[in-house]
């Protein structure tokens, strides 16, 4: 029997979604699962990895969230597109960090009850992402594969800011720059005002910056 997994797409104009077979995801989506997990659990991803189901989202450019919930409980990788975090504070929307191709989404980094910052996430290009669902009954052969991948997960939500944060305080001409470089369509689809906000640069060095990036490229 030929296997085939679900697609789900996210309709924005009547929000709801549309069920369609799907093949399995492209090899790099499993290269990307087995790196997440802790060396002595990876055994367990070579044996078990033809058993999972992916599901297809489909974000549409232009969507906005404060809640992924259709992600809970799920290790969901970027295959395309680009997703940006934002978070408002006094009047000004600053941009924490934006996840790209290959990248792993956690709705983990929101606690919808504790979201004093308006923090939410901004879909900048249209995106798709493989996601599985760690959710198995006890008795599922797959189980301890999933344990194993949440507790990754929880862990790489744990110290996902704090990566930000170290990135943040490198020496901000370089760290702009090669930022600029690497991402230079972000760059180019946020308002210079919150890009500069973003880096931790004023206006005019930004303008300085992106002259340097976009003459290296």
């Known amino acids: 029997m030929r296997l085939f997994y679900l697609q789900i797409c996210y309709i924005h104009t009547i929000r709801r979604f549309i069920l369609t077979q799907q093949p399995a995801p492209p090899p790099e989506i499993l290269t ?5 997990l802790h060396p002595d659990d990876r055994f367990l991803f070579t044996n078990m990895s ?18 992924f919930k259709e992600l809970n409980d799920r290790i969901t990788i970027v295959k395309n597109g680009v997703i940006g975090v934002s978070h408002r504070m006094h009047a000004l929307v600053n941009w924490s960090h ?10 983990l980094e929101i606690h919808e009850d ?41 862990l790489l939500c744990s110290y996902q800011y704090q990566h930000y944060i170290k990135e ?6 370089e760290y ?13 689809a946020l308002p210079r005002k919150e890009l500069a906000n973003f880096l931790g640069i004023s206006n005019s060095s930004l303008k300085s910056f992106l002259k340097e990036a976009l003459a290296d490229a």
């Open 32 to 36: 990307i699962l087995k790196a997440l």
């Open 50 to 67: 033809e058993q999972l189901v992916f599901e297809k989202f489909s974000f549409s450019k232009g969507t906005i969230h404060s809640n």
């Open 98 to 107: 934006f996840y790209t191709e290959g990248d792993l989404v956690f709705n």
């Open 114 to 154: 504790l979201n004093r910052m308006e923090t939410q996430w901004h879909v900048l290009e249209d995106t798709v992402l493989y996601s599985i669902d760690t959710n198995v009954p006890d008795t599922h052969p797959l189980k301890k594969l999933m344990v194993a991948f949440k507790l990754q997960r929880s």
């Open 168 to 173: 943040y305080g490198l020496d901000r001409h």
């Open 176 to 188: 702009s720059v090669k930022w600029i470089r690497e991402h230079s369509k972000i760059a180019a």
